[in-house]
């Protein structure tokens, strides 16, 4: 007798039935760039469909995401004027702490998530403080702190640490507990590795290092068990939730930390897996709708519990259609 795994593939209605993973609108993290200036809406070039956007003209895009049902958004702040420490990261008036309070303004619907990092805000581009020309762990912690102080006093829901210092969740929690927010969460990037997939972002967010690497910090892709070690720590020292990034050619990592702990886990889908896609695309070589569902849904089954994606709006309308 022929054992017949097909039969649970016949058509549509059991496929359905006996699916395993499905994505829904409310994993969804969408990113947005806020840059200074007013009525700016500018397309960028290593994102395609992605924007620079002025504060002033949020209230269109937050209006779109909201009726799309998405629930969360990862301010990134691109700003004009950047110094040795960052000073701008950490402004009560800089570019993302103005980018809360506008938000929180126009909607009670959509969580606000900030990005807590440097190196968009620093000349030298790197995600700390420069001593003897390396980046110094501890004086950094000290910036860090101020920064997601300073985000949460604007009104953000949850902070999101990206520069992989040591003890930089410690020293956040301690800071915002400090400052009565202590229902302020963190969303750690808690495996992050010293990634090629970040080009396009660093060409959106004007980051690039302008000397070295970020080696230093960040992870060696070659290293599995050091983002155990990296994600225990950070649930140790307090983070909400942990993330692995990026997160396509790092599938097994996201698998071995969901059998590991109990803590949610995002998926970053990071600009580079968003840019490649896109040119497939535009060359005519793949199926966008398919191929981004597949992607996305790997994730998932990986073990990821939310997805941070510039594909976010799409994703939104096509999970939507799919119903
Ligand atoms: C800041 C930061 C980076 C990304 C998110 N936060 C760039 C970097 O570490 O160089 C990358 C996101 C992406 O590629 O989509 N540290």
């Not at 958004?73 to 950490?90: M, N």
């Not at 909607?107 to 995600?127: L, S």
């Not at 599938?251 to 889908?269: C, G, T």
């Amino acid at each position: 007798m022929t054992i017949r795994p097909r039969r649970l593939r016949a058509n549509n209605q059991i496929r359905s039935l006996v699916r395993e993973t499905e994505l829904s609108i409310n994993d969804l993290i969408y990113p947005l760039f806020l840059v200074e200036g007013s009525n700016v809406k500018k397309e960028i070039s290593t994102l395609p469909g992605c924007y620079h956007f002025s504060v002033d003209v949020l209230k269109e895009e937050i209006e779109e995401l909201t009726k799309l049902g998405i629930k969360a958004v990862i301010l990134f702040g691109v700003p004009d004027k950047k110094d040795e420490v960052g000073s701008e990261a950490y402004r009560e008036n800089g570019i993302v702490q103005k980018g809360i309070r506008e938000i929180k303004r126009l909607t009670k619907d959509i969580m606000v998530i900030t990005d807590v990092c440097m190196c968009q805000y620093t000349d030298h581009g790197h995600c700390g403080i420069i001593e003897e020309s390396k980046v110094n762990n501890d004086s950094t912690l000290e910036y860090l702190t101020k920064i997601a102080v300073s985000h949460a006093k604007a009104g953000a829901d949850m902070v999101a640490p990206s520069d992989m210092m040591d003890g930089r969740v410690m020293a956040i929690r301690r800071g915002l507990d400090e400052n009565r927010f202590e229902n302020v969460s963190i969303m750690s990037y808690s495996a992050k590795y010293a990634s090629a997939f970040y080009g396009p972002f660093r060409a959106a967010a004007h980051s690039t290092p302008q000397f070295g690497d970020r080696r230093t910090y960040q992870m060696d892709p070659c290293n599995s068990d050091e983002a155990i070690r990296e994600t225990e720590l950070d649930i140790m020292e307090g983070a909400d939730i942990v993330m692995v990034k990026p997160a396509l050619s790092y599938l097994d990592i996201i698998r071995r930390i969901k059998d590991n702990f109990n803590v949610p886990i995002v998926a970053y889908n990071v600009s580079g897996e968003y840019a490649m896609i896109k040119s497939a695309v535009k060359a005519g070589l793949v199926d966008e709708k398919a191929i981004v569902i597949e992607k996305i849904t790997s994730m998932k089954r990986a073990g990821a519990d939310i997805i941070i994606t510039y594909y976010a709006k799409e994703l939104a309308k096509w999970i939507k259609e799919a119903d």
